[in-house]
T-cell receptor, first 115, second 111 residues
Framework: NAGVTQTPKFQVLKTGQSMTLQCAQD?????MSWYRQDPGMGLRLIHY???????DQGEVPNGYNVSRSTTEDFPLRLLSAAPSQTSVYFC??????????????FGEGSRLTVL | KNEVEQSPQNLTAQEGEFITINCSYS?????LHWLQQHPGGGIVSLFM???GKKKHGRLIATINIQEKHSSLHITASHPRDSAVYIC?????????????FGKGTHLIIQP
């Protein structure tokens, strides 16, 4: 099993550019989430999905878009990058309650810099 | 907003010492996770627990539901244990959006 695969690992953008962070998991997890990690702060939820075709907003959704067309993939789109979106992004997945152990699996992270 | 408090924020110890990292939360939870993040690295799940105690190698995690408190212990610490340790809780009734993370404990083990 590859687990959670997240790409790219590093990206530099100019203000106003758009890009997509890719996330894929091969564990048939129902739940997938995107977090951002900033210095001095805990991980904060951007968007999440409880299954294919279902997404919802987390704590800090502004400026980001997601879709979940398949169980495996959960891409995060930055619509018009801003310097405030400079951060490290993590994708995570886990089984729904009662469907598995509930253990969290994270991607390796994507370090994004917006100039 | 329900908070997760970790202590200490930073901890430096000598190789071989017994390490304790604490996590407190505010209301009822369905699960608590301990995670490890090495510098510049990804995040790895160490434990998920909802009661009692779990052990894996030199790591032990305990939770006291009544006191709303969990501890992560490292026995015979080693420099490779140097990392950020993160506590995360899933509040009762929380689904995929129900995780709240602590800010992490930066642990350095000196040889």
């Amino acid at each position: 099993n590859a687990g959670v695969t997240q790409t790219p690992k590093f990206q530099v953008l100019k203000t106003g550019q758009s890009m997509t962070l890719q996330c894929a998991q091969d564990m048939n997890h129902e739940y997938m989430s995107w977090y951002r990690q900033d210095p001095g702060m805990g991980l904060r939820l951007i968007h999440y999905s409880v299954g294919a075709g279902i997404t919802d907003q987390g704590e800090v959704p502004n400026g980001y878009n997601v879709s979940r067309s398949t169980t495996e993939d959960f891409p995060l789109r930055l619509l018009s990058a801003a310097p405030s979106q400079t951060s490290v992004y993590f994708c995570a997945s886990n089984h729904a309650a009662g469907q598995g152990s509930g253990e969290l699996f994270f991607g390796e992270g994507s370090r994004l810099t917006v100039l | 907003k329900n908070e997760v408090e970790q202590s200490p924020q930073n901890l430096t110890a000598q190789e071989g010492e017994f390490i304790t990292i604490n996590c407190s939360y505010s209301v009822g939870i369905s699960a608590l996770h301990w995670l490890q993040q090495h510098p510049g690295g990804g995040i790895v799940s160490l434990f998920m627990l909802s009661s009692g105690k779990k052990k894996h190698g030199r790591l032990i995690a305990t939770i006291n539901i009544q006191e709303k408190h969990s501890s992560l212990h490292i026995t015979a610490s080693h420099p490779r244990d140097s990392a950020v340790y993160i506590c995360a809780v899933r509040y009762s009734g929380g689904g995929a959006d129900g995780l709240t993370f602590g800010k992490g404990t930066h642990l350095i083990i000196q040889p």
